[in-house]
C-alpha cells in the first residue's frame, strides 16, 4: 500500500500526475465536489448565523467511502484540488467529511500539470486556505439565498418552473436591455462617397471622403461637380508607426478569441481548454491574470530565440484591467513553449495553438510599420478625398499572430503605390452609396463575457455555467433570422455620366447571437421593477467586490450576508404579498366581429393571443403564437391570423388535409401523419396542391427501402443527422456511408452491428425479475426494470452486481407514487415558512 494519498478534482489528472509522482504515492479522483447544500430546501441558517448545512450527494457516496479507506490506511493525506475558491472548498469538504488528521493531511496547489510543478507543490505544502474556502462559501450560500426565495415569487407571480439567480438574472438583463435599444433604434440614412483612382505608373488605389451626405439631392450633386474635375496628391504623409502584442490569455479573453476564431461556444472553449490542463498541456485556465512567471518568460525568449531569431524577442510583463483581477495567478499558456503543437483532438489542437501562439506573440517584438496619408484635390470643389495606408517594414509579433476584433466594419489599410505630392491622378469611378446607420449589435456568447468582465461581475468561474443556465432556462435563446431585404441606391460617376441604381441588401441577421425570449423579457422588467438591487449592475458587481475580500481576509462572511439579507428578504415578502401578477399583456385592438379585446400575454403553455377578457359573459378565445414571434412585437394582423388556423385545405387519397401552428412550427396534418412546413413558410400562404407536394415527399421519405428478416426498414434525417430504423430501432448512419446510395449489404450491416451493439452493453440481464444492467454513457451504467431506468455514478463497480443489490437500487431510487395532498399555501407575511415546507411550491 502506498504511503502517500494524493486527492486532485478529475480521473483524468489523477492519471497525468500518476506518471510524475513514484511508487509511494497513489493518486485518487474526488471526481469534483463531494459535498454541496442539499437540493430539496434552503440549507441555510438565515435565522441565526447563516451556517450552511453540507451533505454528501448520492452520486458521491461511494466515492467518499473509498476514499475514507483509502486515507486511513495512508500515512500522509495531499489535498490537490484546483488552486481558486472552488478547489479550496473541495480540500475543505474532502478534509471534514474523510475526518482527516490534521497532522497527516497537506494542502498543495500547482498552476500546471508538469514534473517540475508537481514536485515544487510537494515540496512546499501548506494548510487549508480558510480565507478562500469563506470567500467560496459566501458566494455558494448567498446565490442558493437568492434563488431559493426569488423563484418561488416568480412561480406566483409570472408562471410555474422559473428561476432567478443573482449573476444569471443580471445577464439575462443586460441582453433584453440590448434588444429594446436594437427595437427603439431608427435607422438613419446617408450617402458614403468611395473612389478609385490611377496614379501615373497605372497602379490603382481606393479612396474615400471623410464626411457623408444626408441626402440623394446632395450625394449627386457632388458627383455631378466631380464630372469634369482633374485631380492630384495635395499632400502626402509618411510616419513610422508600431504595433504591440496583446496579453496573454486570461479566461475572458480565451472565450472571446476562441469564439471570433475558432467559432467555438464559450463551453465548448472551457471543456477543450480542461482538457489540455489534464493532460498537461496548458497551465490552469480559469485565471484572470495577464502575468507571466519568470519561468514562463525565460521559456518563451529562448524559444524566439531559437525559431526566429533574436530580433523577434522583447520580453514583457502586463498588468490586467478587470477589476478583482488575482495578479498572483498566472495567465493562460502553454507547459512548454517548444510544442508548437499537439497531436491530439482536433478541436484540442486548435485551441492549443491559439494559446501557444497568443502567448508566444505576447513575448515578442513590436511590428514596425510605414503608414501614409494622402490628401487628393478637386479642381472643382474644396473637398479632399484621403487614401490610408500601411506597409509592415517588419514583422514582429505579426510573424506568429494577430488579434481578432468584433467590430464588423472595420477596414484594414493595405498598401499604396508610391506617390508624390501634386502628381495627377486619373479617376477611375466614384461612387455614392446609401447607408444606414446601424442599432447596436446583438451579443454574441463572447461579447457577453468581455461585458460581465467589463462591469465586473462574475468571475472566471462562473461566465461557462452562467451562459448555459440562461439558455438552458429558456430566458434567452440563439438567433436563427439570416435577415430582410432593405433596398437601398447607388449612385455611379464613370466617364462624366451618373448611373443611378436600386439595390437590395440583406440586414437584420441574429443568427447565432443571443435573443431574450418572451418569458425572459417578462421575467426581467418583474425583478427589476420590484428588486431593482439585485438586478443592480453595480450592486452586482460590488458583491464580487465583496466576495474578493473575504478571500483576502479583510471582511467576516457572516456579516456581509446577514448585512444583505436583512435588507432583502423584507422586499421578498413585500412582493410575494403585494405585486400583481405579471404576464406581459399588450393590448393590440379589438376583434372588429364582437367588438372584443384582441391583446396577447404569456399563458400557461406559452405566448398566446386572446379574443375576449375573463369578465365577458362568453369565454375568451386564444390561439398560440408561432415560435419566430414575440409578444412585444407581434402586430394586431399577425395576431388575427392566428385565429384563421387550423386552416382547412380539402383532401387527398379520402383522408382530410390541414395546415396549423405547433410548438416547433408550422405542419401540415394529413390523416394521423404530421409533415413540418419548410422553415420561413407562412402556414397561411399554404395551399392543397402545396401540401400534396410535401406529403408526397414524406410517404416516400418513410417508404420502406429494404426487408430485413420480413420487417421494413426506413430511412429519414432527424436532429443527430441521418438515420435508418428497423423494428422500432433507430440507427445513426455515419459520415463512411453514401447516405444517398445505401446499398443492401450496407443496411444488413448496421442493422447487424447495432443488434450486437445492444446484445453487448448488456452486463447483467435477469429476465424473471425484469431486470437488466447496461452500459451508459461517459462510464456509466444504468439498473433497468420496466420504464424505470437508475443511472450508477461512475464509481460503481457493476461487474460483480447480484440480483439482490439491483433490486435494492431500485427499490431505494424508483420514483415513489405519491399521495394526493391539497395544494399548500403560504400564510400571509412568511415567505420563509412556504420555503421550508419541503417541495410544496415545487409542485
Known sequence: MAKNLVIVESPAKAKTIEKFLGKDFKVESSFGHIADLPSKELGVDVDGDF?????????????????????????????????????????????????????KTKRIVFHEITKTAIQKAIENPRGIDYDLVDAQQARRVLDRIVGYELSPVLWRKVKGGLSAGRVQSVSVRLIVEREREIQDFSPVASYRIDAEFSNEDGQTFKAKLPKN???????????????????????????PAKKSPAAPFTTSTLQQEAARKLYFSVSKTMTMAQRLYEA????????????????????????????????????????????????????????????????????????????WKRAIASQMSDAELERTNIKIDAST?????????????????????????????????????????????????????????????????AALVKKLEELGIGRPSTYA??????????????????????????????????????????????KGKLVPTDIGMIVTDFLVNHFETILDYNFTAKVEEDFDEIAEGKVDWKKMMKDFYKDFHPVVIDVQENADRESGERILGKDPETGKQVSVRL??????????????????????????????????????????????????????????????????????????????????????????????????????????????????????????????????????????????????????????????????????????VEKARWGRHNVIKGKTKIELPKTHDVTEMTLEEAEAIIEKNAPKKKATKKKATAKKGTIKKLTKKKNTTKK
Open 51 to 103: 451556517k450552511p448545512v453540507y451533505e454528501v450527494s448520492k452520486d458521491k457516496k461511494a466515492v467518499v467511502k473509498k476514499l475514507k479507506d483509502l486515507a486511513k490506511k495512508a500515512e500522509m493525506v495531499w489535498l490537490a484540488s484546483d488552486e481558486d475558491r472552488e478547489g479550496e472548498a473541495i480540500a475543505w469538504h474532502l478534509a471534514e467529511s474523510l475526518n482527516l488528521d490534521k497532522a
Open 213 to 239: 451626405f444626408s441626402s440623394k439631392k446632395e450625394a449627386l450633386a457632388f458627383l455631378e461637380q466631380n464630372a469634369k474635375a482633374t485631380f492630384k496628391i495635395g499632400d502626402l504623409q509618411k510616419k
Open 280 to 355: 498537461g498541456l496548458i497551465t490552469y485556465m480559469r485565471t484572470d491574470s495577464v502575468n507571466l512567471s519568470d519561468e514562463a518568460r525565460k521559456g518563451a525568449k529562448a524559444e524566439i530565440e531559437s525559431a526566429y531569431g533574436s530580433k523577434f524577442s522583447k520580453p514583457r510583463t502586463y498588468k490586467g484591467k478587470s477589476k478583482g483581477a488575482q495578479e498572483a495567478h498566472e495567465a493562460i499558456r502553454p507547459t512548454d513553449f517548444s510544442n508548437h503543437s499537439v497531436n491530439i483532438d482536433r478541436d484540442q489542437a486548435r485551441l492549443y495553438d491559439l494559446i
Open 381 to 445: 470643389h474644396d473637398e479632399n478625398f484621403t487614401a490610408n495606408g500601411e506597409v509592415i517594414t517588419f514583422e514582429g509579433f505579426l510573424k506568429v499572430y494577430l488579434e481578432g476584433t468584433d467590430d464588423e466594419d472595420e477596414e484594414q489599410d493595405g498598401m499604396l503605390p508610391a506617390m508624390k505630392v501634386n502628381e495627377t491622378l486619373l479617376n477611375n469611378y466614384i461612387t455614392a452609396t446609401e447607408r444606414y446607420t446601424r442599432p447596436p449589435a446583438r451579443f454574441t456568447e
Open 465 to 510: 455555467p452562467t451562459i448555459s443556465t440562461i439558455q438552458n432556462r429558456n430566458y434567452v435563446e440563439k438567433g436563427t433570422v439570416d435577415g430582410v431585404e432593405r433596398e437601398y441606391t447607388l449612385l455611379t460617376l464613370r466617364d462624366g455620366k451618373v448611373d443611378d441604381k436600386l439595390l437590395s441588401e440583406k440586414v437584420g441577421s441574429d
Open 603 to 772: 399563458g400557461k403553455f406559452g405566448p398566446m393571443v386572446q379574443i375576449g377578457t375573463v369578465d365577458d359573459e362568453e369565454k375568451p378565445q386564444f390561439a398560440s403564437l408561432s415560435p419566430d414571434q414575440q409578444l412585444n412585437t407581434i402586430s394586431y394582423e399577425e395576431a388575427m391570423d392566428l385565429f384563421q388556423l387550423p386552416k382547412a385545405l380539402g383532401e387527398y387519397e379520402n383522408l382530410p388535409v390541414e395546415v396549423n401552428n405547433g410548438r416547433y412550427g408550422p405542419y401540415v396534418k394529413f390523416g394521423d401523419q404530421f409533415v413540418s412546413l419548410p422553415k420561413g413558410t407562412d402556414p397561411l400562404s399554404v395551399e392543397l396542391d402545396d401540401a400534396i407536394v410535401l406529403i408526397k415527399e414524406k410517404q416516400k421519405a418513410d417508404a420502406p427501402i429494404y426487408m430485413y428478416k420480413d420487417l421494413p426498414v426506413q430511412k429519414g434525417k432527424g436532429r443527430f443527422g441521418p438515420f435508418i430504423k428497423w423494428n422500432d430501432m433507430f440507427i445513426n448512419v455515419n459520415k463512411k456511408y453514401d447516405w444517398d446510395n445505401l446499398s443492401d449489404e450496407d443496411i444488413v450491416t448496421l442493422i447487424e452491428d447495432k443488434i450486437q451493439k445492444e446484445i453487448d452493453k448488456v452486463i447483467h440481464n435477469w429476465e424473471d425479475a425484469g431486470i437488466r
